[in-house]
C-alpha cells in the first residue's frame, strides 16, 4: 500500500479516490458549498523537475455552466470524465472511486 499524503497546504479535508487518486473541495469566496476541487493524482518525478506538488499531478474544476456536474457527494460523482492535460491521466470518479477511462 502506498502512502497518502499530499503537500500540507492541500487541506485536511481529503476524498481519497483510492491510493493513486484523491479529490479536495474548492470554494467560492463566502460560499459554503464548494464551486469545485483539485484532483490529485501521484506522476512520476523527472530527475532535477522542480515542483510544488512533488509526486503529484493536480488539476482543477469547477461545478455547473461549462465545467462538470457534481451528482453527488457522498459517494462522491462527477461527470463527466477528468483528463489531465498535463500528465494524460483520464477516468471517472464514481462512487466515490476512481475509475480509469
Request: proline share 6%.
Amino acid at each position: 500500500m502506498t502512502e497518502r499524503v499530499l503537500p500540507d497546504w492541500a487541506g485536511n479535508d481529503v476524498l481519497w479516490l483510492d491510493d493513486d487518486n484523491a479529490f479536495t473541495w474548492t470554494y467560492a469566496k463566502g460560499e459554503s458549498e464548494p464551486s469545485g476541487g483539485l484532483h490529485w493524482h501521484r506522476k512520476q518525478e523527472a530527475p532535477g523537475e522542480l515542483s510544488a506538488t512533488p509526486g503529484w499531478c493536480v488539476g482543477g474544476i469547477t461545478f455547473g455552466g461549462n465545467g462538470w456536474t457534481l451528482e453527488g457527494k457522498e459517494p462522491l460523482t462527477i461527470s463527466p470524465s477528468l483528463l489531465c492535460r498535463a500528465c494524460g491521466s483520464h477516468g471517472f470518479i464514481r462512487d466515490g472511486k476512481w475509475v480509469s477511462a
